[in-house]
């Protein structure tokens, strides 16, 4: 069970995370303590109750709140800041939700930076608001490669994953271990639409074909995946490549399941999982499924170390939206630091090209040509139930993909890079 969470809301709430003194005292000398209405504030903006609730939502706030209690107890009486905020918006995976709920962060709550942002649709709404704002955003749980092509901008970057990461890693990987005919279903929006041209470039790519696809309405509010899946038999795919996610993905593989699609020899491979995915369903259900995930809290002593200070926080194991959205507030906040101020362009110059080692950031590299923030992704594999030594123990780590191969080339990249 949760603990300590915030209660769902469907406006904005503040968090507070203050000091009892004001903000602008000490500071790097280089700065001058030079920080807007004398405080930082942190904008959440996510799904706190529905389909995307469980692998970021009231969690990820928690996460962004570590970030900031880690920061100030890091830099104490120096710290650029001792007044820092986070504010939270439900954007209930609507666009025009997440884009008020975005300006008025903005305008009215002083927001400096705006973290999370689950559903494509609904990030690049955000994106376009930082971009007109010339306000900082880190999109952290939205996959669109749209956020570092066509629709980039200087104050936009994207932190953990996107859709050619998970073809390239999922889609190629799977293809070459000979499962050559692809039955691909997806959700019809810009996240789904972009997991299919992904997944169907990639599987081509390395020699597969795709036989067959449908997509679903989003949000599929009936949870009903029925005339996606019972179709797929007919095209005999060697595998059904499911592009859903969150509460989505959790329906569609109980069905998959209750199908026997399986003993009919269509095979699973799910383009996005969560951890939480894999606790809603239990591991049995997906035993055996490869997928690129993006962090891994059992990965390493390091990232073990904080998913424990996560667990006493919040009573679970973090999915990598939750350590993403630690690891992106706690590196902002740190630019923050080094530029002495928080004023947008002196910030952006101070994390473009900039390389970081983390726990949530192996080798990784802010782009400054895309603002794809690049590092270490891991193909992963579900345990069986009884190779499960621990709660949440559920993935076995069956390679390491590079930074420098897991995400689009910069050579490839359509992004103008401009002033918004």
């Not at 259900?285 to 667990?311: I, P, V």
Request: hydrophobic share 35%.
């Amino acid at each position: 069970m949760r603990r300590n969470l915030i209660p769902a809301i469907s406006t904005l709430a503040v968090v507070s995370l203050l000091a009892a003194c004001g903000g602008g005292a000490g500071g790097p000398s280089s700065g001058g303590g030079k920080i807007s209405d004398d405080k930082i504030v942190l904008g959440v903006i996510n799904d706190q109750t529905g389909i995307y609730s469980a692998l970021s939502g009231p969690n990820a706030v928690e996460a962004v709140k570590m970030a900031v209690e880690d920061f100030k107890a890091k830099h104490a009486d120096d710290a650029v800041s001792k007044n820092i905020e986070v504010v939270v918006a439900d954007h209930q995976n609507k666009p025009e939700v997440a884009n008020t709920k975005a300006q008025e962060m903005y305008d009215r709550q002083q927001a400096d930076a705006i973290f999370d942002v689950p559903t494509s649709s609904a990030a690049l709404a955000v994106a376009g608001q930082a971009a007109a704002k010339k306000k900082l955003y880190f999109n952290i749980t939205a996959a669109t490669t749209a956020l570092t092509g066509d629709k980039c901008n200087k104050y936009t970057f994207h932190y953990a994953y996107d859709t050619y990461m998970l073809a390239n890693g999922t889609g190629t990987t799977v293809t070459e271990a000979g499962a050559k005919n692809w039955y691909i279903v997806y959700p019809d929006y810009a996240f789904g639409q972009d997991m299919e041209k992904s997944f169907t470039k990639a599987i081509e790519t390395s020699g597969g074909k795709v036989v067959g696809k449908k997509s679903s309405e989003f949000p599929n509010t009936s949870g009903d995946f029925s005339s996606q899946l019972l179709q797929a038999p007919a095209a005999h795919p060697d595998v059904l490549g499911t592009m859903h996610a969150g509460g989505e993905l959790v329906n569609l593989v109980k069905q998959y399941n209750q199908f026997k699609l399986k003993d009919k020899g269509v095979g699973l491979s799910v383009g996005l999982m969560f951890i939480t995915d894999i606790h809603s369903l239990g591991p049995d259900a997906l035993a055996g499924t490869r997928f690129t995930d993006a962090w891994y809290w059992n990965f390493d002593q390091q990232n073990r170390d904080w998913a424990d200070k996560f667990k006493e926080k919040t009573g679970s194991r973090p999915s990598f939206a939750h350590a993403g959205n630690y690891s992106a507030a706690m590196n902002y906040l740190e630019a923050v630091q080094a530029a002495g101020t928080d004023e947008s362009d002196a910030v952006v110059k101070n994390l473009e090209g900039k390389k970081i080692n983390d726990f949530f950031l192996r080798n990784g590299k802010i782009r400054a040509e895309d603002h794809r923030v690049i590092h270490d992704v891991y193909l992963a594999e579900v345990k069986p139930k009884s190779d499960v030594k621990e709660d949440y123990d559920y993935e076995k780590i069956v390679t390491t993909i590079p930074a420098d191969k897991a995400f689009k080339p910069v050579s490839e990249t359509t992004c103008k890079m401009g002033q918004g």
